[in-house]
């Protein structure tokens, strides 16, 4: 059998804002995992992500998307 490698989470931001632009349904991730298993880190660098993606078109999308940090923080989510 083949060990299939889990998704890269460039590729899952990539494919949900591929979702949201031909759908316009709103998109979600889950990340999740054990503690230390690099949930912050997956996190953030999703956020940066998606926050060069959206500098293509506004810079005030860019910088509400790295905004989300602090708030997702104070609800206890992993950022």
Do not use: D, W
């Amino acid at each position: 059998s083949l060990h299939q490698a889990p998704p890269h989470v460039f590729a899952m931001a990539e494919l949900a804002l591929r979702r949201l632009q031909t759908t316009s349904k709103n998109q979600a991730l889950v990340i999740s995992g054990e503690s230390g298993a690099g949930k912050t880190e997956t996190t953030k660098h999703l956020l940066y992500f998606l926050s060069l993606r959206a500098q293509r078109g506004s810079f005030g999308v860019s910088r509400k998307i790295m905004s989300a940090n602090p708030l997702l923080e104070a609800f206890g989510n992993a950022c």
